[in-house]
């Protein structure tokens, strides 16, 4: 019986080249498209960099095309030159503030590009569907630790409404049509890179997030952290909340897909992909000094507008219905965080 083959969206992207690799070495066929609009495209190779490196770390072959999401004939001749079992859909425009500026060409990418991927599933008896989803669509937490039963949708950002609306349309194609089996995963705050350090996460510009924005202070790309907000009602302060391992979540969609594979059960599904375990900035600033042995220089400032003080998952269902529970803590997040960023300083883009 060959194995499936997987369809990854946004595989050239940060979680989505983790997850490919782990796909890879459990066994999946993997086919890839990205339109690079938040990739490095790397030298002279067909493939972008980080799924060139993924093909070296697995020894396993890839097969990529330059796709954006939102062509109607662009996905439909992937369907036909291949024969796919899954999705993995990980292509969205993903950074809050930027949505808040440029909306429609968030709802266009995000909504119409699922939307039109979904369409061409259809067309092709394809109803197997792992949707990359976000903590984002519970809003400011009512009560914590956050389980899925928190309600959705009081979103604060255009980026979060798009998670927030596609759940909502996947939720009434599973109503519509039982042949559909979605499993809808809520990342909490993926951070982190491979152990090998030859992939991981290489945002664009000026970094949104804390993670990456640590790793290049450390590394003397940026002279000092600005903490946003020292008086929140949290341990010392500062923000807390549920980092997990890029590892742990990449193999939790490796889970998903094997529920999907194995399963007669249809319908939509959605799991939180945390570890139960809030961590505060000053908490990661410290881990992060330790595991780098660098000086993380920082600067007590105003809270960032739509931040909340607190957010954590409980993640127990995912570990009953997918038996995935996250295994890395903090300590192994930023020493595979720091041993990326300092074999790669500027990362995929070695000047
Ligand atoms: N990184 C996080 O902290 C986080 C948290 C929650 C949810 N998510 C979601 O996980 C997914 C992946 O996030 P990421 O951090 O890897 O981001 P990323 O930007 O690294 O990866 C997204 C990839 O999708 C591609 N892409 C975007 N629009 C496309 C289109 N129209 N057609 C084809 N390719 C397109 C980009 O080029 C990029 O390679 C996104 O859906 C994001 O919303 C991320
Ligand atoms: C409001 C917002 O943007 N939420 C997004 C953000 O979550 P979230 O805001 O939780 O993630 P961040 O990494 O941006 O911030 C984490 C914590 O670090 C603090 N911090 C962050 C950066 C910095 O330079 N200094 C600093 O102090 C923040 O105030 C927060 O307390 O990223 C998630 C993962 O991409 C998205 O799913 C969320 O939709």
Redesign the pocket.
Known sequence: MAPPTVLVTGGAGYIGSHTVLEMLNAGYNVICVDNLCNAYSGGASKLPEALSRVQEITGKKIHFYRVDITDREQVRSVFQEHKIDMVAHFAAL?A??ESCRIPLQYYHNNMTGTNVLLEAMADNNVFKFVYSS???VYGEPKFLPVTEEHPTGNC??P??KTKYFTEEILKDLCKSDKRWAVVSLR?F??VGAHISGRIGEDPNGE?????P?IAQVAVGRRPK?????SDFPTKDG??V?DYIHIVDLAEGHVKALDKLRNIAETGFFAYNLGTGVGCS?LELVHAFERASGQKVTYELVD??S??VAT?YADAKLAEQALGWKATRGIDKMCEDTWRWQSQNPNGYAQK
């Open positions: 993903k809050v503030g976000s903590a984002t604060t950002s980026y979060g990342y705050n993926p970094p949104n997030n804390l993670m924005y952290l600005s903490v946003y907000g500062t923000g909340r900035v809270r960032r739509g931040d957010c």
